[in-house]
């Protein structure tokens, strides 16, 4: 993926996923990402500027502080189960992204309350470990 290929993807596509998402707070909406060079280039950051996007940088690297990276987890995890379970051995990108959107709908919403609500554990963790990654 290229930084012009993401800022195209946010043109395209981010308005909607917000919309999705309810009302702005502030008068803007919060874009979580984890410095992937695609998505800090000069023209990705255009994008996300000419959306009203409120950029929060996590630290690269960082899955202890990124609780998304848990429920990427589950996704993949149910994705891969899905495929074997159904013998996909390919698909095209509408279908693929169903199977995203499938299995993003069918994570419980306590499992994404608690995750949300374990940060605070696992910054006092990273803390105490000097910066290192914890056993999460």
């Not at 074997?84 to 994570?107: D, Q, T, Y």
Request: glycine letters at 6%.
């Amino acid at each position: 993926m290229t930084g012009k290929f993401f800022a195209d993807f946010i043109k395209d596509n981010f308005n909607t996923c917000f919309a999705q998402a309810g009302p702005k707070d502030d008068g803007k909406r919060l874009f979580v990402m984890d410095n992937d060079p695609c998505q800090s280039s000069k023209v990705a950051m255009k994008a996300l500027e000419g959306i009203e996007a409120e950029l929060l940088k996590i630290p690269g690297r960082s899955p202890d502080l990124n609780p998304i990276e848990n429920i990427f987890h589950i996704v993949k995890r149910d994705l891969r189960e899905e495929a074997v379970n159904k013998h996909i051995k390919s698909e095209n990108f509408s279908e693929f992204r169903e199977r995203v959107v499938g299995a993003l709908k069918r994570i419980p919403c306590d499992i994404i309350d608690k995750t949300i609500a374990r940060l605070s554990k696992r910054i006092d963790a990273v803390i105490e470990s000097g910066g290192y990654r914890t056993k999460y």
